[in-house]
């Protein structure tokens, strides 16, 4: 009972369809929740985020901002230049968190305008900056360094 | 001298590139035979030019010479010796170097082994593949050489980036290289099959071994990269949905599909046209990893030194070899004849499904990994796409090829019978219910998905059992003629249960780290953490001068339910030179699972924060892996696999109580 070929295109095509049907709405679902944007301290200030979103924020670590306290909680400002955001974090820094240094951060914004992150990305070595900061200050004309975000 | 030697080889090779990209292509529409030849001496002369290249280079690094500006920018004379070899491939210009010498290799391999093949398909294939060596051998001269010196000659090179080394160096990069270099080989048999216009099961045959062979270095070297990230990097994880991991898992997810359809093309001379399409899509595939990698779009732990020229030298090549190959397809296909029909419940129904859902899978992460990329460039907005997105995408789509497997697997050619093959599972099927639903009970915390994820995996590796004792076992056989007829079975059948068992394992490893426990704090000596079942004691903390750097260390010992289990020391380098500390994650492995602590600070009253997790069952993530590509591996020595046995003998068929 082997199919003609008519028969045979017929049940791929169906069944490529389904395959389809299905990952196209995994993925306009996913896209539409699972996707984190990213915002620098203005930007956040002029939008209205909604409550409980997650965000991506990202500048420099402002000098002399870094509080640490003992149960590994620690707050520090992200800056732009023109806007200085608070953010709480509870966790481990990265080992390049330093005053002065660019960072990203990932959480919610706090109904008082304190960013509460749950990850922070600071550059991963000398040589390299994540994107989205090396953007943000580049946007503020602050970042100084060379054009890319990885440099040799 | 031998520098400039090997630089000189390396533009030799790629006149010879040259030669052997034109010359037999000739040839093989003049149908002359002559010119033909000329691609199996171009590609074995070009394989030790560069080969004698890449010596000169590692030479260059093994004797420190420092007038070589890659030896001085990447290493250092008191580095220890394999990581001068290794050195040689940790950076742009000779991990280029390794890739055309893997590309090269593979030419020279395809003329040695092809004595066997239709001459003009073989001239056709060496004629391809030596299009792509040209291509990155020309890459590599003019944008990335080498072979640069500098002058003034400095006294010492900067030494190698520390996370680098690590015995990963040695293994990870040329695993993966020939991986996705492997699969040129598969893009040249289907565009030389395309130009040669006879396409048929000998094509598949041929080709086959190939893409295996790739494939199984692809798994290696992807798990491997992903066991050296996890203890070397300090997060704790094994897979980041990193933009590269992505463009190495995009080749994989398409050259799993590509290996499964070549055994319908081979058995049934069927999916002709879809086995071609896939294997130009996978080596396309790799070239675009070569684009993500190097051209400095997107940015990663893994981004070499970008240069804007490089990109669009890569870019360039992706078009033209994925652009030619898919332009040439189209024209070409339409005259493919399509070969053995079949019902839709059947083997080849069942692969179809198989590759639908692989395909699917791969558009998932290229559509997560290219977004943000493309939302950039059109509006300017600046998003990150990252676990969440492929967790909701790519896993359900993979896991619904995975609960399909095992019935799929077990189908009949031609035409199968879904109720038969039901039947021959269902013990299987039984006994992973049962499993879940154990676990579901007797497990409390973490999430849903761990019990089901382990019965899926169970589901995979009883479902291959069930396949190789269905067709092993007939009813009133003794168990001796049972053992014969298991070991009779072919080889690849074996491979393919065991690469499917080996899928399973996995799948338990990465279900477990549901039941993973992660606790972080700030210890005084003396003072414990809890994670789970365990404890660390923090011991003392101290400082350690290793050859060229300097580490603060903090020991724990590991309690067990209040037994001593062991110690683990973790800590934090300061490589001479250098002003980024690295951490050093301490592993202890109690059976399958580890104690991981990764030391985040030391304070000056002695304490440390770190962040410490105990991993159930990680082993089997990595281990599953390797049983995959032991599968692969076992199919590749089945003796069909070998080019020239075509059939095999009757006797043996007839033992194995199917038609082989």
Known sequence: ?????????????????????????????????????????????????????????????????????????????????????????????????????????????????????????????ENYMPKEVAEALRKQGVWKGQKDGATP | MTVELGHYALILALALAFVQMTVPLWGSLARDPALMRVGRMAAWASFGFVAFSYMALTMAYVNSDFSVLNVVMNSHSAKPLIYKISGVWSNHEGSMMLWVLILVLFAALVAWR???????????????????????????????????????IPVEGQGLNPVLQDPGLAIHPPLLYLGYVGFSIAYSFAVGALIHGRIDAVFARFVRPWTLLAWLFLTLGISMGSYWAYYELGWGGWWFWDPVENASLMPWLMGT???????????????????????????????????????????SVHSFASDPTRGVFILGILTFFVGGGLALFAWRAPLLRQGGLFAAVSREGALIVNNLFLAATCAAVLIGTLYPLALEAISGAAISVGAPFFNATAVPLFVMLLAFLPIGQTLAWKRGNLLGAAQRMMVALGISILVSLVML?????????????????AWLILGSVSEIVSRSWRRGATLRIFVVRAFGLPRAAWGAALAHAGIGVTVIGVAATGWGVENLGVLKPGERIEIGAYSLVLEK????????????????????????????????????????????????????????????????????????????????????????????????????????????????????????
């Open chain 2, 441 to 457: 009970s007797m497990v409390h915390g973490g999430p849903v998905a761990a019990p089901l994820g382990v019965g899926l995996g």
């Open chain 2, 114 to 152: 092809g004595g066997g093949m239709p001459e003009r398909l073989l001239a056709s294939v060496l004629s391809v593949q030596g299009a792509i060596a040209f291509a990155f051998i020309l890459f590599v001269v003019v944008t990335s050489n080498p072979f640069e010196r500098v002058f003034p």
């Open chain 2, 541 to 660: 903390s101290f400082v350690r001068n290793g050859q060229g750097f300097r580490e603060d260390v903090a020991r724990f010992s590991v309690m067990e339910n209040g037994e001593f289990a062991g110690t683990v020391e973790t800590g934090k380098r300061v490589h001479a030179g250098r002003d980024m500390p690295t951490t050093e994650a301490g592993i202890l492995t109690l059976g399958l699972g580890q104690v991981y602590a990764s030391v985040n600070d030391f304070h000056a009253d002695g304490s440390v924060s770190l962040k410490a997790y105990w991993k159930p069952l990680v082993l089997l993530i990595w281990l599953g892996s390797v049983l995959m590509a032991a599968g692969g591996g076992l199919a590749l020595i089945d003796r069909r696999s070998r080019i020239g046995i075509v059939v095999r003998s009757k006797a043996a068929a007839l033992l194995a109580g199917r038609p082989a």
């Open chain 1, 1 to 125: 009972m082997a199919m003609t070929r008519k028969q045979r295109r017929l049940v791929t095509i169906g069944l490529a369809g389904i395959v389809l049907a299905i990952a196209a709405t995994l993925i306009l679902t996913a896209a539409k929740d699972k996707i984190v944007f990213f915002y620098g301290p203005t930007e956040l200030k002029t939008m209205a985020a909604s409550p409980g979103q997650r965000l991506r924020i990202g500048g420099l670590i402002e000098a002399g901002s870094l509080v640490k306290s003992d149960d590994l909680r620690v707050a520090f400002r992200v800056t732009d230049g023109t806007t200085v955001l608070a953010v709480a974090y509870r966790g481990l820094l990265p080992d390049l968190f330093r005053e002065g240094q660019g960072v990203v951060a990932e959480g919610v914004l706090e109904s008082d305008g304190t960013f509460r992150a749950d990850s922070v990305l600071a550059k991963h070595d």
């Open chain 2, 257 to 299: 599909a590509l290996v499964h359809c070549t055994v319908v093309m081979e058995k049934r001379d069927a999916l002709k046209v879809w086995t071609i399409l896939l294997a130009i899509l996978t080596f396309s595939l790799s070239l675009l990893g070569a684009f993500i990698v190097r051209s400095g779009v997107l940015t």
